[in-house]
């Protein structure tokens, strides 16, 4: 006679559900819930890693595109419509100089320019160091400093410092090219923003009032009335070095990106065009000047091929 089991034993082998609970239906909802939260969870890591993978890797490309890449010829970037400055030049991957503008260099005006060369100072020693530039839409070419390296930046072993100011007439894009000995050495861009073209104050110098840039350049302004030849006489304040040479006025119109040129002393026997001291002025001279047209002008004075500054005059009728 078999024993009788105990009543607990009977109540643990009976389903705990008084009906079949885990049907089909459930199971194919429990899969779904599952299957939905594995693409939740896909979802969650696609949105924090995707983006830093992309950052990574464009983090990367910048690196490489600075430090590696053998080119000497950067893309440029555009911010604002205007493009970008290139600032760096290498040659085969190997950096030899950089250069920084002064921030929101205008076209028209005198700006200065830190420049930071990369060898040794016997590179550059004892040799005549040129920076010229091109505009690049119009062809304009300037000369805009020259001279001989006779030693290191102040407080530096080499020329991690060499500082330069000068003025490009045009705005727009220009190519920078330093040379060495008349050697070219290596390039970079510069984009000068729209000038101003307020008509230039003036100053007092002597008994005379003049305009243009206060102990730089100006003349005695007669007016300007388009078509006509009228004499202007201009003073100028400096040192020999760079008031000896023959001198040019070139002028462009607002709107446009034309030089022409409306006056010129005769290069090859005007050594030292100007003449001495007037007015309060280191050195002076008589010109005579005609505008073609009306409408505002930049007056564009050189000496011995480089830029002194700007002037902007009205053209009347």
């Known amino acids: 006679m078999s024993e009788e089991k105990p009543a607990w034993v009977k ?50 490309w910048s690196q490489f595109k600075d430090e590696v890449l053998p080119s000497r010829i950067k893309p440029h970037v555009e911010i604002s419509g205007n493009p970008t ?26 700006a200065g320019y ?22 690049l839409q119009s062809g304009a070419k300037e000369t805009l400093s020259s001279e001989v390296i006779a030693k290191p930046s102040p407080g530096f072993s080499g020329l991690e410092r060499y500082t330069a100011r000068f ?42 009032m003049i305009r243009g840039a206060e102990k730089k350049v100006g003349f005695i302004d007669a007016g300007f009335i388009a078509g006509k030849t009228q004499k202007y006489m201009w003073h100028f304040w400096g040192k020999d070095d760079l008031l000896n040479g023959p001198f040019e006025v070139k002028a462009v119109k607002q709107g446009t ?42 007056l564009l004075p050189y000496v011995k091929g480089q830029l002194l500054d700007t002037i902007v005059v009205e053209v009347s009728t």
């Open 11 to 60: 109540s643990m082998a009976e389903p705990p559900f008084a009906s079949r609970q885990f049907t089909a239906d459930l199971k194919n909802k429990v899969l779904q819930r599952a299957g939905e939260s594995q693409r939740n969870h896909f979802s969650i890591i696609s949105a924090v890693c995707v983006p830093l993978v992309i950052a990574s890797l464009v983090i990367g």
């Open 85 to 110: 400055a290139r600032t760096a030049y290498y040659d085969q991957g190997r950096r030899l100089f950089t250069v920084n503008p002064e921030p929101y260099a205008k076209a028209g005006t005198t």
């Open 114 to 135: 830190i420049f930071h060369f990369d060898e040794p100072l016997e590179t550059y020693l004892e040799k005549t160091l040129t920076l010229q530039a091109v505009h």
């Open 167 to 208: 003025v490009l007439p045009l705005e727009g894009m220009w190519e920078l090219n330093v040379l060495l000995d008349d050697k070219p050495y290596g390039n970079v861009e510069l984009f000068m923003l729209k000038p101003a073209w307020d008509i230039t104050p003036k100053f007092q110098s002597g008994a005379y």
């Open 257 to 298: 990106d034309k030089m022409i040129v409306v006056y010129s002393s005769n290069k090859l026997s005007s050594a030292n065009a100007l003449a001495g001291e007037l007015n309060g002025a280191d050195r002076h001279v008589v010109t005579s000047m005609e505008l073609p047209e009306t409408g505002r002008w930049r």
